[in-house]
């Protein structure tokens, strides 16, 4: 059971409020998930029955030799149906990869009141904003998640505001992986037959979210999730997950021996980082680009880290399917908005799947 002190409204406060998160009520003891944690019996993640997506990660290095047009069409080729995949030489240096899960750990496990003067309305900066589960408000059940959410506004401000234990890190990581997303865009984009040129590609993926999740051990893992099934609102999101496993993405269509519907666990490849496609890719490329629904398991024995970076518009960016797309298809799947707009309904609703989409349909 909870302590008794964490009844009611009183959980929510020690929670959400006063931003001891889903830590701090671990750390004080918990033989069972409170009630406000269990989800419906629908939203619940059955390990057993789940299979894992073992494509090899994709040899982003290929892209410089002989194999260039092979490794294209993969990247195509994923994006187009389970809209994931994993890259390996993708100019992150593995290191890095095991720094930033260190600082991921060094920042979750400090005492919740110095990762409370993140909280929003108190943190320092409006970039940089520490809390637990998607919209606590919104959600009939919440998320066994706490994270740190930094944007991207300069080098400066970063330095200056991000916390002492991952600014360094979680800027090389934006530094170096923003160039292989921009590879992959012009990719994609490239594969649909279509040019922009480099400030429409800036625009796109100009603004960046650097986020740290950290999942606690949970005494009820059947009971809950980590993270609800929804997609991301931007064009691409590269993921460094940790070697406990527990990220499943739900199949678009019937592919390799599974079916339409059927949740696949995206394992964990030390070295690689995953890559997904994003609501707004899926919507410039008119529906062919698939921007996939995921959510993550927890686990009762070790706790997890996950570190996505969220290439998204800049606000004003103008978003609907390329016009070169909607004549070739004969109709425009999506209609035109700024993006400003979709982000702020997509913050204003609790994970869905992929309602956050609906935003954009041509009704
Ligand atoms: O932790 C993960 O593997 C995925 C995290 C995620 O989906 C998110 O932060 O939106």
């Known amino acids: 059971m909870a302590p008794s002190f964490l009844d009611g409204n009183s959980l929510f406060n020690f929670v959400v409020r006063d931003g001891n998160g889903v830590k ?12 406000q944690y269990v989800q419906p019996p629908e939203e619940r993640i059955d390990k057993l029955n789940a299979s894992t997506h073992d494509n090899p990660p994709i040899d982003l290095s290929k892209l410089d030799g002989p194999q260039h047009d092979q490794i294209v069409e993969e990247i195509a080729r994923a994006a187009e149906t389970l809209g994931f995949f994993q890259v390996m030489n993708h100019g992150v240096a593995v290191e890095l990869l095991e720094s930033l899960k260190d600082a991921a750990n060094n920042f979750f496990g400090q005492p919740p009141e110095k990762k409370a003067v993140y909280r929003k309305g108190v943190s320092p900066s409006p970039s940089v904003k520490y809390g637990t589960s998607f919209v606590p408000d919104k959600e009939k059940a919440l998320e066994w ?80 999730v980590g993270v609800g099934r929804h997609s991301d609102m931007g064009m691409l999101t590269v993921l460094l997950q940790d070697d406990i496993g527990g ?18 666990e995206i394992p964990a490849v030390p070295g690689a980082l995953v890559i997904n496609v994003g609501d707004t890719l899926q919507i410039l490329s008119n529906g062919r680009y698939k921007s996939a629904e995921h959510r993550v398991r927890t686990t009762s024995t070790k706790s997890r880290v996950s570190i996505p970076i969220f290439a998204i518009p800049k606000p004003t960016e103008r978003i609907g399917p390329l016009p070169q797309l909607v004549e070739r298809d004969g ?21 869905d799947g992929k309602k956050s989409l609906d935003f954009a349909n041509n009704i």
């Open 24 to 35: 701090g009520m671990v750390d004080f003891g918990l033989s069972e998930v409170p009630e």
């Open 247 to 264: 990220l499943y993405v739900k199949m678009e269509e019937e592919m390799d021996g599974k079916r339409q519907g059927d949740w696949v």
């Open 145 to 224: 998640k706490d994270y740190i959410s930094m944007t991207y506004t300069t080098d400066a401000e970063a330095l200056e505001y991000w916390p002492q234990e991952c600014k360094d890190v979680a800027l090389e990581y934006l530094r170096t992986s923003i160039k292989m997303v921009r590879k992959v865009v012009e990719i994609l984009i490239g594969k649909l037959g279509v040019t922009l040129d480099d400030s429409r590609i800036d625009g796109l993926i100009g603004s960046k979210l650097v986020n740290m999740n950290f999942y606690p051990t949970c005494p009820n893992p059947e009971l809950t």
């Open 331 to 351: 109709v425009a799947r999506y209609r035109e908005f700024i993006f400003e707009e979709y982000m702020n309904n997509f913050f204003s609703n609790a994970h």
